[in-house]
């Protein structure tokens, strides 16, 4: 069964700083990798995915750096604000037959951005 | 519409009560899922319909039971639970097929039992 460990468990960052939340995982065949944001009372939402046919992908402040060789995933906030304080989950594809999918959820990330 | 909509938003039940859990969307999906989601922990995976078809059961207790009607709606029925049981239970949606991709979630339903 694949397992992913995150870290920090919990980040503090100033406003208009960098926030940095890393992955590892196990195993996998499929190359699919997603951050997922949740806020309190809220269901996860997607906030950036990679395939790993590329190394870095960016969307606005949000990048993914990806390491296959090392089975590392890793979310970069630019600019945090306290809009982005929330809990920030990576996930990575766990075993699939040809008819389901599903994702192993790291353990998260508690980001708080302070004014 | 990209929604996945779950009712009831609270649900407070006694040991002995059946109740059940609706998911519904819109997305044309056709990989639908159930997890349960302790406070500040991750979301844990409990089944996965596929095509309409049970794909995953991550051997979860027999009073929790699944169903899906059709390809829109993913109903979890509720039997007998125990107070650890309390948990936020999450839907989610995703495209299906041979392809990884997004996974759409619900807001929940918030679980109490007594």
């Known amino acids: 069964q694949q397992q992913v460990k995150q870290s920090p468990q919990s980040l503090i960052v100033q406003k208009g700083g960098i926030s940095i939340i890393n992955c590892a995982y196990e195993?996998?065949?499929?190359?699919?990798f997603p951050w997922y944001q949740q806020f309190p009372g809220k269901g996860p939402a997607l906030l950036i995915a990679i395939r790993p046919d590329v190394s870095e992908k960016k969307e606005g402040r949000f990048t993914i750096s990806f390491n296959k060789s090392a089975k590392q995933f890793s979310l970069h906030i630019m600019d945090s604000q306290p809009g982005d304080s929330a809990t920030y989950f990576c996930?990575?594809?766990?075993?699939?037959?040809?008819?389901?999918?599903?994702?192993?959820f790291g353990p998260g990330t508690r980001l708080s951005v302070l004014p | 519409d990209t929604e996945v909509t779950q009712t009831p938003k609270h649900l407070v039940m006694g040991m002995t009560n059946k109740k059940s859990l609706k998911c519904e969307q819109h997305?044309?999906?056709?990989?639908m899922y159930w997890y349960k989601q302790k406070a500040k922990k991750p979301p844990e995976l409990m089944f996965v319909y596929s095509y309409e078809k049970l794909s995953i059961n991550e051997s979860v207790p027999s009073r929790f039971s699944p169903e899906c009607p059709n390809s829109s709606l993913l109903n979890l029925h509720l039997h007998a639970l125990q107070p650890e049981d309390s948990a936020l239970y999450l839907c989610?949606?995703?495209?299906?097929?041979?392809?990884?991709?997004?996974?759409?979630f619900g807001p929940g339903t918030r679980l109490t039992v007594l």
């Open positions: 997305m044309g999906h056709r990989a």
């Open positions: 996930a990575a594809p766990a075993a699939r037959d040809n008819y389901g999918q599903n994702f192993v």
């Open positions: 989610a949606s995703s495209q299906g097929g041979l392809a990884m991709g997004e996974q759409f």
């Open positions: 195993n996998t065949a499929f190359d699919y």
